[in-house]
């Protein structure tokens, strides 16, 4: 694997977001829609491929998790996702990261 610099990773601005909807994406298999607040004026949209690994999308709801905030928007299945979500996965296990207590949407990664 590539090593980056310090200065590198500086550049990734990640925040903490709470999930405040979430919908499934039509005609695609993985992906879901999420709102996420993080503090600003309005909510993101996010699109993220985690779809498979929930059964109950409500519970989603109202989770904090760290996304990638300054990423280019890019456009999936017809929608503009504004940021990435933080997860890790194996081949058997698959978990969003969240914070151990709440933490103001929009607080940043230190």
Known sequence: MEKITYDDFAKVEIKIGTIKSVEVVPE????????VDFGE????????????HFTDLDSLVGLQCPFVTNLAPR????????????????????????????????AKAK
């Open 28 to 35: 695609a298999d993985r992906l879901l829609k999420l709102m």
């Open 41 to 52: 004026e309005e909510l993101r949209q996010i699109v993220s491929g985690i779809r498979t």
């Open 75 to 106: 456009e999936i299945k017809g929608l503009v996702s504004d940021g990435m979500i933080l997860a890790v996965s194996t081949d058997e296990a698959f978990s969003l990261l969240v914070p151990q207590v709440s933490i103001p949407a929009g």
